[in-house]
């Protein structure tokens, strides 16, 4: 007699041939958030129903959750998620991270976690017990958490446990057996020891890691690699890319795969390479991965822009693909690129050059007259651009109502004529329109900077970005269409906090906002407009700026607020964003377009997926605005003791930042530079006021200021004001 199965074995053998997929970070989060009291790998387990096989993927998933800090230990292998006491303050213990030290070299530290209000507190670590390696920037710890005072801004902490996998490295300048730490928050230097300098020599760039600290004074650190020379010009983005932890080595499998790769052909392909689609970049650009095309119709306007067919080559859960994965996005220094994908691709058969046959997806769109999107239609193609033009050339062919050679007739005429009507829908739609200055750093062959320019805002750049805009727009349109996971780019209305101070700042110069649920956009464009002509226009776009939320990348859509749409996505640039070739799969698997499209595991953790490239895109655009200002301060070494007109930009109570007319340079004005005076700071007016005298530095204010010290090793200026009693309001 055959013994039937059970029910019970039954699901056993279900699960064995099929597991269950595992839960992604958000979703552990969510369950440990409700759970009645502390719990572990078993009880995560159990809630998921997950199979012993399982096990290991699970306890990275839980071990990269606690490294981060978004889960708390809570006893032996057990965790509880970190909440606020009702009245705001910090929980009694909390994961803290180090993000530099105090005047006297003890570290201080932010909650990994805040979901108040403002700024995060400031938490003051006690210093480590002697024999213990010292806590150094960007190490995480359980601290137990004491306020100080009422306010909840300021604590005293102790560590309790270092998180592992936290690391604990000191980046700096050797001197004398000493470490000038790269970091303006650190503002300490480091110690070290004889024997302890690895064959570093006097100047050169170091990574040490901290050593037992036995005694008082600087702490010992011991160093572990030596990274170049800060004499030598271009160990600026290299500082730059290891302080933040960028990736720049590809693994050699990725390298392989890249090597590897062939053209394609029109096989299961739309052939476009009778369509004279162009790409438009800037001068200096070093891959060219979308391509535009336009002409007039009966309705309007046939637009076709066409991308680079990334997904054709980086396939999920290839090589190439964590390698992507880990980069999530390139990243741009004026003296080099760290790519997202290796040279073969991202220079080669991923990059649209002229004459050349590549494979391509595309979005086909008509518009009206007045530039609203009457349909869009996405395929797979193989194309062939016709001409590489930069923005300059387009410019200027247009000024001069010219037609590049090699180009159809009229070929530039019908790209600007396409989009002044999409620049119609857009004032109609009202976004906000941040012209932001931006600095161009030109080097010689040595890497030495010979000047700082501000980079030129052309039609054509707007053109492009029009046509790209509408690209995005319909890809996420395609994808709701098709009901398929989706990365969007979102973009959430300013926080009330944020907005308020931009509405005392405006009221100063007339300007009123409605209320908060019913900013629109436009309101804060209209702002801007009314001061266009005025010397501070610059500096209030920054403050408009800063009070906007970030922009991110989301599976759930909440829209873009700056650029007032309901729905936007990224398809326009998949060699340097994961993102985009996320969309690129989604759009392959959606339209039956082939067997590279996204996978259902993928799907799943979009997630973490979107938690991951939003960090890396703030790494890397942290990373760039580090470099510029390295390079700035070397640009302004030789310039100590020089005047210079500038405006301040920041009010804070320990001095002035200043932003200097022409380079756009920024840098501190210390408080003690001040006339002498107790200087009270009003954050609400964002102005500093002396108690005697009732003199006032404001945001805005012009002023005439001394260059004193220039640091390129952490980026840093500092000036004196020299014309305080004729330039401050009273």
Avoid at 50 to 75: E, F, M, R, T
Avoid at 347 to 363: A, Q, Y
């Amino acid at each position: 007699m055959v013994k039937q199965p059970t029910k019970q074995t039954a699901t056993k053998a279900r699960r064995r041939a099929s597991p269950p997929a595992l839960p992604s970070k958000d979703d552990i989060q969510t369950f440990i958030r409700n759970a009645a009291g502390r719990v572990g790998k078993r009880e995560i387990a159990q809630h998921f129903g997950l199979i012993p096989a399982q096990k290991n993927a699970l306890k990275k998933l839980i071990g990269d959750l606690a490294a981060n800090g978004a889960i708390a230990p809570a006893g032996k292998k057990r965790f509880t998620r970190q909440t606020a006491r009702p009245n705001g303050l910090l929980p009694d213990a909390a994961i803290v991270e180090i993000t530099g030290t105090d005047p006297y070299g003890d570290p201080i530290a932010k909650p990994v976690e805040w979901t108040g209000t403002g700024r995060p507190p400031v938490i003051f670590m006690h210093s480590e017990k002697r024999g213990t390696a010292a806590l150094a920037r960007g190490e995480r710890v359980l601290a137990k958490l004491r306020p100080i005072g009422r306010s909840g801004e300021k604590y005293e902490g102790r560590t309790l446990k270092r998180i592992a996998g936290a690391t604990a490295r000191v980046m700096g300048v050797l001197h004398k057996n000493r470490i000038e730490p790269i970091d303006k928050r650190e503002k300490a230097a480091w110690r070290v020891p004889e024997g302890e300098a690895g064959g570093a020599l006097d100047g050169d760039l170091v990574l040490a890691e901290p050593l037992p600290q036995t005694g008082y004074g600087l702490r010992p650190a011991r160093v572990v690699e030596r990274l170049g020379s800060m004499d030598d010009p271009k160990s600026v983005s290299l500082l730059c890319i290891r302080q933040h932890g960028i990736p720049d080595v590809f693994d050699p499998a990725a390298v392989a795969e890249a090597d590897a790769a062939k053209g394609v052909g029109p096989t299961g392909r739309e052939d476009l390479r009778a369509v004279p689609l162009i790409t438009i970049d800037g001068e200096d650009a070093r891959d060219f991965d979308d391509a535009v095309f336009a002409e007039p119709v009966e309705s309007g306007w046939r637009l076709i822009v066409a991308i680079a067919d990334v997904a054709h080559y980086v396939r999920p859960s290839s090589a190439l693909d964590s390698a992507a994965f880990e980069r999530g996005n390139s990243v741009y220094f004026p003296d080099r690129v760290v790519p997202m994908l290796p040279e073969a691709l991202s220079n080669g058969w991923c990059s649209l050059r002229p004459h050349e046959d590549r494979g391509c997806l595309f979005v086909e769109m008509l518009i009206d007259a007045a530039g609203r999107k009457l349909s869009h239609r996405f395929g797979r193609g193989l194309m062939r651009s016709f001409a590489r033009l930069t923005y300059e050339q387009v410019q200027m062919a247009t000024d001069r109502g010219e037609n590049p050679a090699d180009l159809p007739p009229n070929q530039i005429d019908h790209l600007y004529s396409a989009f002044r009507a999409l620049l119609a829908a857009r004032t109609a739609r009202g976004t906000l329109d941040l012209d932001l200055p931006e600095r161009r750093v030109l080097l010689d062959e040595a890497g030495t900077v010979t000047s700082v320019v501000p980079r030129a805002r052309l039609d054509s750049h707007r053109l492009i970005e029009e046509f790209m805009v509408l690209a995005n727009v319909a890809a996420a349109e395609e994808l709701e269409r098709l009901h398929q996971a989706c990365m969007y780019r979102v973009h959430d209305r300013p926080a009330p906090e944020k907005l308020q101070a931009l509405r005392d700042f405006l009221s100063g110069f007339g300007i009123s906002l409605p209320p908060g649920d019913r900013l629109h956009p436009r309101d804060l464009d209209n702002a801007l407009r009314k001061t266009a002509t005025t010397e501070q226009s610059s500096l209030i776009s920054e403050v408009v700026l800063r009070s906007m939320a970030q922009a991110q990348y989301a599976p759930d859509n909440i829209g873009h607020f700056g650029l007032a749409l309901p729905r936007y996505a990224h398809f326009t640039s998949p060699i340097r964003r994961y993102a985009d070739l996320l969309v690129h799969r989604a759009l392959v698997r959606g339209l039956g377009l082939g067997k590279d499209g996204l996978t259902a595991d993928e799907a799943a953790r979009f997630p973490d997926i979107a938690a991951h490239i939003s960090g890396a895109e703030r790494r890397a655009a942290l990373a760039e605005r580090d470099a510029i200002d390295r390079y700035l301060a070397l640009f302004m070494a030789d310039k100590i003791g020089t005047q210079f007109p500038a405006r301040i930009s920041g009010v804070t109570r320990f001095g002035l930042f200043v932003t200097l007319e022409g380079s756009g340079a920024s840098g501190l004005v210390p408080v003690s530079t001040l006339p002498d005076d107790f200087w009270i700071h009003d954050e609400a007016a964002q102005a500093l006021t002396g108690r005697r005298t009732r003199r006032t530095w404001k945001l805005a204010q012009s002023v005439n200021v001394l260059l004193i010290e220039a640091a390129p090793i952490t980026g840093g200026l500092t000036f004196h004001i020299v014309d305080s009693s004729t330039r401050a309001r009273r």
